[in-house]
């Protein structure tokens, strides 16, 4: 269950309250330190899936934790942002985005209940969505300047786009399975 691709998640996990309190302080850079440790956070989640593959060391627990990590980790994030910009420009997104991944996953569970895990295994839309997502998050945390703010908006709409696509790319494979009848 330790192994390098675990401890990286473990880590990414530790980061998450790190990031938080390094927002919230009230001294010039806090900003900048916050996106600094999201983006260390975000190189991890690429990392342990490589090194898992990479050095054959995937586990029932990382595949558990993985996922988990991320969405806690982006969770934050959003909760964070939408709560700084206090705009609906950031919140609609925000919660278009938590309310996908509660969705997608409660479709994971049902699928693999079922024996049809693979049907909604993740995808490289899935894959882009998470990365525009993350560089969206990154100007949004670190607040450079305005430049950097309304790309971040774009990236989070663009991220957004993806989100409702790839939910509804999920949605399509399981849609045989969710509407047989019983």
């Known amino acids: 269950m330790i192994n390098i691709p675990n401890s990286l998640t473990f880590f990414r996990l530790l980061l998450i309250p790190v990031f938080i309190v390094l927002f919230y302080l009230p001294v010039e850079g806090a900003y900048l330190w916050a996106a600094a440790v999201f983006t260390l956070a975000a190189i991890t989640d690429w990392f342990d899936g490589f090194l898992a593959r990479k050095l054959e060391q995937s586990t029932p627990f990382g595949a558990?934790?993985?996922p988990v990590a991320d969405k806690v980790m982006v969770?934050?994030?959003l909760v964070i942002i939408v709560e700084d910009y206090s705009s609906p420009l950031v919140?609609?997104?925000a919660m278009i985005m938590i309310g996908r991944e509660i969705i997608i996953s409660a479709l994971r569970e049902w699928m693999a209940e079922i024996g049809q895990r693979s049907q909604v295994a993740?995808?490289?839309?899935g894959k882009w969505k998470t990365t525009i997502q993350m560089l969206a998050l990154i100007g949004l945390i670190w607040q450079q300047s305005l430049?950097?703010?309304w790309g971040s908006y774009a990236l989070l709409y663009v991220a957004t786009g993806l989100t409702l696509y790839s939910a509804y790319d999920y949605l399509k494979a399981a849609w045989?399975?969710?509407?047989?009848?019983a």
């Open 176 to 181: 045989g399975d969710l509407t047989r009848s």
């Open 147 to 149: 430049y950097m703010i």
């Open 91 to 93: 919140t609609i997104p």
């Open 64 to 66: 558990f934790l993985d």
């Open 75 to 77: 969770a934050a994030a």
């Open 122 to 125: 993740v995808s490289w839309i």
